[in-house]
């Protein structure tokens, strides 16, 4: 079965400070997608990446930047010189195994940037 | 802007009630989905939609039913409500496959 594991429950950083958000992911498939989302205070969660299992390139977009490691399964988000507006919920999913319509989410990290 | 909007942010409901919880998207989207997200476990499936009139169990049916007579319109009934079902309920959209989800802001709902 999927499963999405993303141990870091609370992370707090002050701003300017760079962060990693941690997503360890278990799957049988040989072709998946996984996804990062973020939700902020108002509660809508907003899609920020998209990576099929074929592409292990990094990515870079502004600030944010991931690693997909198929080795580890792992697919960590970093975020570079934080800022208060990063103070949100982060969720890492996967692709379901039974349709890639539907996607496992990991329980989330909470990220707290204080000024 | 693409748009997916649940009707009620806030409810509150009695337990045995039964309970719609409303969904539209105005993005033509073939496919619809409910999930409920709890402190510590996440966002779960609950049922998924991906055309009219066609729905799918997700990884926790229970208590839950799902009705979509309209492309746009995707509801959750919960037939009796119970305490157990006190939730945030997030309803999604995607155009199809391994497209990205588009969400709306949730309806916290608590059954007393």
């Known amino acids: 079965a999927q499963k999405v594991t993303q141990a870091q429950t609370e992370i707090s950083v002050v701003e300017k400070e760079d962060v990693t958000l941690d997503c360890v992911y278990e799957?049988?498939?040989?072709?998946?997608?996984l996804f990062w989302y973020k939700q902020p205070p108002s509660g809508e969660l907003v899609f920020l990446i998209r990576r099929n299992s074929f592409d292990e390139q990094n990515e870079i977009s502004g600030r944010y930047s991931w690693n997909f490691q198929k080795s580890t399964s792992s697919f960590n988000f970093t975020i570079t010189a934080s800022q208060v507006v990063d103070s949100a919920v982060y969720f890492c999913a996967l692709t379901h195994n039974t349709g890639f319509q539907k996607l496992v989410f990991g329980t989330g990290t909470r990220l707290l940037v204080s000024p | 802007d693409v748009k997916v909007t649940q009707s009620s942010r806030y409810l509150v409901k009695r337990t045995g009630e039964k309970v719609f919880l409303e969904c539209v998207q105005d993005m033509d989207h073939e496919n619809m989905f409910w999930y409920r997200q709890d402190p510590g476990l996440g966002l779960r499936l609950i049922y998924f939609s991906y055309d009219v009139k066609m729905k799918e169990k997700g990884d926790i049916p229970e208590g839950y039913s799902v009705s979509r007579e309209k492309k746009e319109r995707f509801s959750l009934i919960l037939e009796s409500a119970s305490t157990n079902q006190t939730s945030m309920y997030l309803c999604?959209?995607?155009?199809?496959?391994?497209?990205?989800?588009?969400f709306g802001s949730g309806t916290q709902l608590s059954v007393l």
């Open positions: 999604a959209s995607s155009l199809d496959g391994y497209e990205k989800l588009f």
């Open positions: 799957t049988r498939d040989t072709t998946y997608y």
